[in-house]
C-alpha cells in the first residue's frame, strides 16, 4: 500500500507556484520545494511521478492568476484595453510568474497561430469584444489582437525584466496608441480588399 500523502496535491502546487513567484522557475526543483513545505522532497513524490508533473501544474495555477489578475476591472476604460492593461501590469507586478507563462522558449512555434492556442481563453475572449465593439469580422478582430498583443507582450516583457518601469497612466497612452495604429492599419487593409 502507497504511502499517505504528507500534503496534498493542492499544497505543493500552491508552494511551488510561491517558488517560483519569488525566485524563477528555475529555482522550482525538488529540494527547493521540499524545503519551502518544510521537509524533505520524498512527500512530492507521493503525489506526483516527477517534477515535470509539478511544472506542468505550477504553470496552469500561473496561468489561473493571470486569468484572475486579467479580469480585474479597471474603472473608465474599454475591456479590451483591460487586457492589454492587466497583461503587463501582471508583468511589472509578478515578473517571474509573467516570465514563465509568456517568456519560455517555445521551439515548437513557427507563426502567431502556435502561440494562440497557449494563450487560454482570454485570446479567445478579447478577439469576441474585439468583434462585438468595432464590428469587424474574425480575420480583422484577429489580425488586431496578434499584433496589439505582441506589443503589449513587448512591453509586458520589458517590465518583467525590468528593463523599463512605466506609470500607469504613461502605459494607458502607450497601448492606446498602438491600438489606434493597429485599427487604422486593419481598416485600411480592408479596404484594399474591397
Not at 496534498?8 to 513567484?21: D, G, M
Not at 503587463?88 to 509578478?94: I, N, P, Y
Not at 500607469?168 to 485600411?188: C, I, N
Request: aromatic residues 10%; hydrophobic residues 40%.
Amino acid at each position: 500500500m502507497p504511502p499517505k500523502p504528507k500534503f496534498t496535491k493542492e499544497e505543493i502546487v500552491q508552494t511551488a507556484l510561491q517558488v517560483v513567484s519569488q525566485k524563477g522557475v528555475e529555482a522550482l526543483t525538488a529540494k527547493e520545494l521540499g524545503d519551502a513545505l518544510g521537509s524533505s522532497s520524498r512527500p512530492i513524490f507521493t503525489v506526483f511521478n516527477s517534477m515535470k508533473e509539478v511544472q506542468d501544474e505550477v504553470r496552469t495555477a500561473a496561468m489561473h492568476r493571470f486569468e484572475s489578475f486579467a479580469n480585474q476591472k479597471l474603472p473608465d476604460m474599454p475591456l479590451f484595453k483591460q487586457v492589454g492593461m492587466q497583461m503587463v501590469l501582471f508583468g511589472a507586478r509578478e515578473p517571474k510568474l509573467y516570465q514563465l507563462l509568456f517568456m519560455q522558449e517555445n521551439r515548437n512555434a513557427v507563426s502567431f497561430d502556435d502561440v494562440f492556442g497557449e494563450l487560454g481563453p482570454t485570446a479567445e475572449a478579447c478577439i469576441g469584444l474585439i468583434r462585438d465593439e468595432y464590428d469587424m469580422s474574425v480575420a480583422e478582430a484577429k489580425l488586431l489582437f496578434e499584433n496589439v498583443w505582441i506589443y503589449t507582450f513587448g512591453v509586458g516583457a520589458l517590465c518583467a525584466t525590468r528593463m523599463c518601469q512605466f506609470s500607469e497612466k504613461k502605459l494607458g497612452e502607450m497601448l492606446s496608441t498602438e491600438f489606434q495604429a493597429m485599427m487604422l492599419f486593419v481598416k485600411s487593409k480592408s479596404g484594399e480588399t474591397q
